[in-house]
């Protein structure tokens, strides 16, 4: 019996720091559970991690590169979004 | 002839967008940016990079068996566990960059199945036997300490999966040459045989080492083109020469003797430079004819022969619980 490709897993970590679960990688694993298992094996041999999710890589949809134009240009356009846009007198202080 | 008129002219079209893309293409990687797996690239580019990612990856899986041969015959208990600690690395490194590779199309299995296979190559350093314990320690200070000079600048290259994949191996690549240093210092600094063994391992080990760097760069195939591209970013003579200037004072500080009579110091240039390297042994370590070549490829098939119930196993249990987990929700 041929054995099917084995299913491939996005796997996050939560750093110490807590931070966000940041990606960090793939693996292949049959199911979740392994794929959790390998995921402390293959990403988190030097103490990286204190949390790990792991996600079928067929689960994620992604926006679409050669749209990236279209995609973020609204916010290119919006200066006014940002703090320094705007003028405080020096006399003031910080804000 | 009209339908052939027209896929003539659909496909000179296709030809002037490809060579409009390429431009484009060229353009961001002149710019610096990183290529990201759904980014156009062109066909050329991509095989090139399967290539070098999947025999990187194959080096560090194969890596892990001249190593492996010590586990069992450390002698002490800490440098057992550093060696273990080493080779699960190896085995990770493999790991992150086979999921570089397959960011480009090509899944693991089949990656895999070529190497099985005989048809892809991986690194000719992982040919040559371990004889003796110093041999672990050469490996770590001079195999890795090449292999962290080839992979240091790999971190920049402009395909963004392999680039981080190499930040992560150099971080974790560096403890592996310095426990390598720490052998050779314990054996250079003991008895007379210990000294002996350390400068036996280091002979031996010389030579294919500088191989590691590949051929000279007046005789690269991949060279130019891969430094337009930005995936290399030295010739193999440069990086080669930077590995020599390294290495040279920390085998002065061993009081080991670097096994070529011809290498001096030139003055002017402020580099070591080193007699011919004997282009013929590479080709034929290479071609398959190297000390342990059979040996390694029998392995590696045993292993992946030995682990296939594992994965039938795997991937029957995960069926039968998502079958259940069906059943119940139907």
């Known amino acids: 019996m041929a054995?099917?490709?084995?299913?491939?897993?996005?796997?996050?970590?939560?750093?110490?720091?807590?931070?966000?679960?940041?990606?960090?990688?793939?693996?292949?694993?049959p199911d979740a559970t392994l794929a959790l298992q390998a995921a402390r094996d293959v990403y988190t041999r030097r103490g990286e991690g204190l949390s790990i999710w792991v996600v079928p890589s067929s689960a994620i949809t992604a926006s679409d590169p050669s749209e990236k134009g279209m995609m973020f240009e609204p916010a290119e356009s919006k200066i006014y979004r940002h703090p320094t846009f705007y003028d405080?007198?020096?006399?003031v202080g910080h804000m | 002839m009209y339908t052939q008129a027209l896929n003539t002219?659909?496909?000179?079209?296709?030809?002037?967008?490809?060579?409009?893309r390429a431009a484009q293409f060229q353009a961001r990687i002149d710019a610096e940016e990183r290529i990201e797996p759904n980014d156009w690239m062109p066909a050329a580019y991509r095989k090139t990079l399967v290539r070098q990612i999947s025999q990187h990856a194959h080096s560090e899986i194969v890596g892990m068996l001249p190593e492996g041969n010590w586990i069992t015959r450390a002698p002490t208990l800490r440098r057992k566990a550093a060696l273990l600690a080493k080779v699960q690395d190896e085995c990770g490194h493999g790991l992150y960059l086979y999921a570089a590779a397959e960011t480009?199309?090509?899944?693991?299995?089949?990656?895999?199945?070529?190497?099985l296979a005989g048809k892809a190559k991986y690194s000719s350093i992982f040919n040559y036997p371990t004889l003796t314990w110093a041999d672990i320690g050469v490996i770590g200070w001079l195999v890795d300490g090449a292999a962290i000079m080839n992979q240091i600048p790999l971190c920049r290259c402009s395909y963004g999966p392999y680039a981080r994949a190499m930040i992560r191996v150099c971080k974790e690549e560096s403890f592996h040459?310095?426990?390598?240093?720490?052998?050779?210092?314990?054996?250079?600094r003991g008895s007379e045989e210990q000294k002996a063994m350390a400068q036996d391992a280091l002979n031996r080990w010389w030579w294919p080492v500088l191989m590691m760097?590949?051929?000279p760069d007046r005789a690269s195939q991949h060279g130019d083109t891969s430094t337009r591209w930005k995936i290399k970013r030295f010739s193999n003579d440069e990086l080669r020469q930077k590995f020599v200037d390294a290495t040279v004072p920390q085998a002065q500080y061993l009081g080991l003797t670097i096994p070529d009579p011809g290498m001096r110091l030139n003055a002017t240039t402020g580099h070591w430079e080193y007699s011919a390297i004997d282009w013929e042994e590479f080709k034929q370590v290479l071609a398959g004819n190297g000390p342990c070549n059979r040996d390694r490829m029998a392995a590696r098939r045993k292993a992946h022969e030995e682990g296939a119930w594992v994965r039938e196993a795997a991937a029957a249990y995960a069926e039968k619980r998502r079958q259940r987990s069906a059943a119940r929700a139907a």
């Open chain 2, 104 to 115: 480009l199309g090509s899944s693991r299995e089949e990656l895999v199945d070529q190497m």
């Open chain 1, 3 to 29: 054995t099917p490709n084995t299913p491939l897993w996005e796997v996050f970590i939560r750093s110490r720091n807590g931070l966000a679960h940041k990606h960090v990688g793939s693996l292949h694993a």
């Open chain 2, 213 to 215: 760097f590949g051929p």
């Open chain 1, 88 to 91: 405080v007198p020096e006399e």
């Open chain 2, 9 to 20: 002219s659909e496909a000179e079209d296709r030809n002037l967008e490809d060579a409009a």
């Open chain 2, 177 to 188: 040459q310095r426990q390598g240093y720490e052998i050779m210092l314990t054996l250079s």
